[in-house]
């Protein structure tokens, strides 16, 4: 059961994805908050790949150039909702660094120097 309320979750928000692009931003918002209420009915966890297709304060699906603008500014990437001006920031520095669990500390900053 689980797993279908999952899928579902999941074809819930593409599809309040697909209805900001052809222009139906309140539809868009209902699908999203329709799978975020199956999600804490289900107790099911919603991946961070979905959780960032949509805004967190107003539930709109973020499409970029029709609900969300992007930037990047000294390697942080800067999200912003069109509709509740909600931003959201990313580091983008030592993403694959920390992905492939390579240690910062001092001796292995001395060895890589030389």
Do not use: H
């Not at 999952?6 to 928000?13: M, P």
């Not at 966890?45 to 805004?55: G, Q």
């Not at 580091?91 to 060895?111: F, H, M, P, T």
């Amino acid at each position: 059961m689980a797993i279908k309320a999952r899928f579902r979750i999941y074809e819930l928000i593409e599809m309040g994805i697909n209805e900001v692009k052809k222009g139906n931003v309140e539809r868009g918002r209902d699908y999203v908050k329709l799978a975020i209420e199956y999600a804490k009915k289900g107790s099911i966890k919603i991946p961070r790949e979905y959780k960032r297709k949509y805004c967190r304060n107003c539930f709109v699906p973020l499409v970029i150039g029709i609900t969300e603008s992007r930037r990047v500014k000294s390697k942080i990437l800067i999200r912003r909702c069109m509709e509740c001006n909600w931003i959201r920031r990313y580091d983008l520095r030592g993403l694959s660094k920390e992905s492939e669990g390579i240690s910062l500390d001092a001796k292995d900053r001395q060895k890589r120097s030389k």
